[in-house]
């Protein structure tokens, strides 16, 4: 365990449902599944103020059921390799924190930073 994972704990994501992306075998799974459903994904930075004042205010409010959508975080400290391969296969330029929606193997929304919002990304999965 790190000193950054006594001030950003991973299991603040569990708590809410997210399940976690640490390879490019669930990179790959997450695309195809994807297919089926929405898949949210989280890319946070666990040594960043502004990543965890984002997570803490997304997560305050967090109400969209897994039922709509599959949820998934990226640390992408630990595994810059998959937030990388995110990058190349989606097209969506890399940024920390960042959301990314997909559906159909497809990047159909993107924001980061301050702009992340949770009434946007459920207007995005209609929700």
């Given amino acids: 365990m790190s000193i950054f994972d006594k001030f950003f704990p991973s299991d603040d994501f569990e708590k809410v449902g997210w399940k976690t992306l ?6 790959d799974e997450i695309l195809a599944l994807s297919s089926q ?4 994904i989280f890319k946070h930075s666990i040594r960043c103020g502004t990543s965890a004042q984002i997570k803490d205010a997304l997560f305050s409010d ?3 059921d897994p039922a ?3 949820l998934y975080y990226l640390d992408l400290i630990n595994h810059r390799q998959v937030s990388n391969e995110i990058a190349a296969r989606l097209g969506i330029l890399h940024q920390s924190p960042q959301v990314i929606l997909v559906k159909n193997g497809k990047a159909i929304y993107a924001s980061s930073h301050y702009q992340i919002s949770l009434d946007r990304i459920k207007s ?3 929700i």
């Fill in 37 to 40: 459903k929405t898949v949210i």
């Fill in 68 to 70: 709509d959508a599959e």
């Fill in 124 to 126: 995005e999965i209609h």
């Fill in 62 to 64: 967090w109400d969209i």
């Fill in 22 to 27: 640490d390879s490019l075998e669930g990179l």
